[in-house]
């Protein structure tokens, strides 16, 4: 079953509220969602106290030209890999001067997996620095928009579950 728009609001809400009471502010780099991390953070109203803004890098080059991604790793890893997301997080803290950021990479589908990154493989990082980042994998069925939905909520658990913790 996809995740619906009223548990994306509500995780949503979850951040917002907390991202408020710390006080922090937060940037995203996308590829696959597409920015869908950043629209659901700015549904609601006020959310500029607290986002900063969001870059969708859907392409290899932009993910090198926005966020300085490496050639190495895009080459050695591939766009959909723990290196690419750390570096997509420093890049945007480096570009935004938030507290926080996240990144997401992955293969939604229908095409473009493989038998190491079959379609539903995402990679997602968080992280305050370079140094505090925090990534992880994660492997969701089903189609295109069911794999975007689940990494859109996993992004925004994550990220909610994570600062809670630092």
């Given amino acids: 079953m996809s995740v619906s728009d009223s548990r994306l609001a509500d995780a949503g809400g979850w951040l917002g509220d907390l991202l408020e009471h710390q006080q922090l502010t937060i940037a995203t780099a996308e590829s696959c969602t597409g920015g869908w991390v950043a629209k659901v953070l700015t549904d609601r109203a006020g959310s500029s106290a607290y ?5 969708v ?4 080059e932009a ?3 926005l ?4 050639e190495q790793s895009l080459r050695e890893h591939g ?3 723990e290196a690419v997301v750390r570096e997509m997080v420093a890049g945007c803290l ?3 001067r ?5 990144a997401i990479s992955g293969v939604a589908g229908p095409g473009g997996g493989s038998e190491d990154k079959p379609v539903g493989t995402v990679w997602f990082a968080w992280g305050r620095s370079a140094s505090d980042t925090e990534a992880v994998c994660q ?3 089903g189609d295109r928009e069911a794999v975007r939905r689940e990494a859109v909520l996993f992004a925004l658990l994550g990220l909610r579950r994570y600062l809670d913790e630092s």
């Fill in 51 to 55: 986002v900063h803004g969001g870059l």
């Fill in 57 to 60: 890098t859907y392409s290899n």
């Fill in 63 to 65: 993910k090198h030209d």
């Fill in 67 to 70: 966020l300085g991604v490496t």
């Fill in 79 to 81: 766009a959909v890999s």
């Fill in 94 to 96: 480096a570009v935004t």
């Fill in 98 to 102: 938030v507290d926080v950021a996240v």
């Fill in 139 to 141: 492997h969701f069925p």
